[in-house]
């Protein structure tokens, strides 16, 4: 699920996010995000190395492959976000705590949350529903917040009725931070209101994709996107090349999102689910990874907003967490994003 940012053009800054929320934007920019992309945004925040946030997406991968069999992630045996926490503490467990607060201080962090009361009508009860959190007392429960966003019952993680602290701890230690977080009125709804209570008793925090996709702050919210498609608001996506391989052109068959976003029915995309609900290969992570600099570079030469840094996408080995070699992007030139 995208990064969104939104780019100040007064202040000459530029925020980057992956869901953000109705609310008044802070002063400075804004990073959230749902779903993988609150993992995105949070690695940023937290000034993670991009070399390491991609050794992790492939060991993550790696064990999805060989615990899970032809099944993946979906085997029961397998957890996504169990996985997922494990690799979070071990990148963060030397950081400075409050280092890292004062980073993400001011609402710069926000990350995307289902309330699963309202299950299933998550989008038609959106203003409800929907919930983020921007203020933080520790690093756990910054990882507690991208861990529920990440979690969809039988698909990411167990179900309720499958998991226990000693065999899946990850979402009900998360669910018990964001309930403390709910107490202090730190979880807010789309509005920027604080909520002190869920809809139901026994309710919990789901992915924050499931009730709000590409939620924006306002026109000039930056999106980024694996999935091709049309949208209102700047975008960070790969093209639909599909009509350009036939010899008359074919109409457009889309599938509306929200009233400012909608997804291109194609093949390109039809991929991208493929990839999305199974684990890739190691050099499906890296063309993935050299795509999503081909489209940023792209955005950022016709914004103005590149600067001349590198101009190599480096290759991961996860298993000794180094670079060892350089993949030229396919459309890369002597500049990279900053």
């Known amino acids: 699920h995208g990064v969104v940012g939104n780019r100040n053009t007064h202040k000459h800054s530029t925020t980057y996010t992956s869901d953000a929320t109705g609310a008044s934007p802070v002063s400075g920019p804004i990073l959230s995000g749902v779903s993988g992309g609150a993992l995105a945004v949070t690695s940023i925040a937290l000034s993670v190395r991009p070399e390491d946030a991609m ?17 993946d992630h979906l085997h029961p045996r397998f957890s996504l976000v169990d996985r997922v926490e494990q690799e979070l503490l071990k990148l963060t ?16 962090l926000r990350i995307g949350l289902t309330d699963s009361g309202f299950f299933p009508f998550f989008r038609s009860n959106q203003h409800e529903a929907y919930l983020y959190v921007d203020e933080y007392d520790s690093i ?52 920027g209101e604080g909520r002190r209570h869920m809809l139901r008793d026994g309710s919990e925090f789901w992915d924050g994709g499931l009730a709000n996709l590409f939620p924006t702050i306002d026109k000039d919210t930056i999106l980024v996107t694996p999935f091709a498609g049309k949208f209102n608001n700047p975008t960070i ?100 994003i900053v």
Request: proline share 6%; hydrophobic share 40%; aromatic share 8%.
């Open 140 to 191: 756990q429960e910054i990882l507690a917040a991208c861990i529920l966003s990440s979690y969809v019952p039988g698909l990411t993680g167990p179900a309720p009725f499958e998991r226990s602290v000693k065999t899946h701890p990850a979402i009900t230690l998360a669910n018990k931070h964001l309930k403390g977080m709910l107490q202090r009125g730190v979880v807010k709804n789309i509005r």
């Open 93 to 108: 467990e030397n950081m400075d705590e409050e280092y890292v607060i004062r980073c993400v201080a001011g609402g710069q």
């Open 237 to 336: 996506a790969p093209k639909n090349d599909t009509a350009a391989s036939f010899a008359y052109p074919l109409p457009r068959a889309m599938l509306a999102v929200n009233n400012y976003a909608a997804l291109d029915i194609s093949p390109v995309n039809m991929r991208v689910m493929r990839y999305v609900a199974l684990s890739s290969s190691d050099e499906e992570l890296q063309s993935w990874f050299a795509q999503g600099y081909d489209n940023a570079l792209e955005y950022l030469t016709q914004s103005s907003l590149k600067t001349r840094f590198s101009t190599v996408v480096p290759k991961i080995d996860p298993l000794s967490e180094t670079v060892v070699q350089p993949v030229v992007s396919q459309n890369s030139t002597n500049n990279v």
């Open 55 to 71: 050794a992790v997406t492939m060991r993550i991968a790696q064990s999805a492959r060989l615990e899970g069999g032809i099944f």
